[in-house]
């Protein structure tokens, strides 16, 4: 596979709290050969900045072995506090690729 670009949007997510096991984040046994070296963007938009999505940003992060850039847009309901708590949170995360920048 050759994708260069993956688009996320969290709004399909589930909602916190709810207990829907099939949309909770669950590692992959192996890493996908997409995430290996092709891809180069991940842009995700309507992050709520729960715990299973940085988990998945966590993963994304350290498997993506070529990734450039990582832009998170958060949902318009996300507070200022938890903005800048998740954004300290995502600045602490390890980065496999040396060229990243979220």
Not at 28 to 38: A, D, E, T
Not at 88 to 99: A, D, F, G, R
């Amino acid at each position: 596979p050759n994708l260069e670009v993956l688009n996320l949007r969290m709004d399909l997510w589930r909602k916190e709290g709810d207990f829907i096991e099939e949309l909770d984040w669950i590692l992959p046994y192996q890493v996908p050969s997409c995430l290996l070296l092709p891809l180069k963007e991940i842009k995700i938009s309507n992050f709520q900045g729960w715990k299973d999505q940085l988990e998945m940003v966590r993963y994304l992060l350290a498997n993506a072995e070529a990734l450039d850039k990582m832009a998170i847009n958060f949902d318009k309901d996300v507070t200022s506090e938890r903005k800048m708590s998740v954004r300290k949170e995502l600045s602490e995360l390890p980065v496999v690729s040396k060229t990243c920048h979220i």
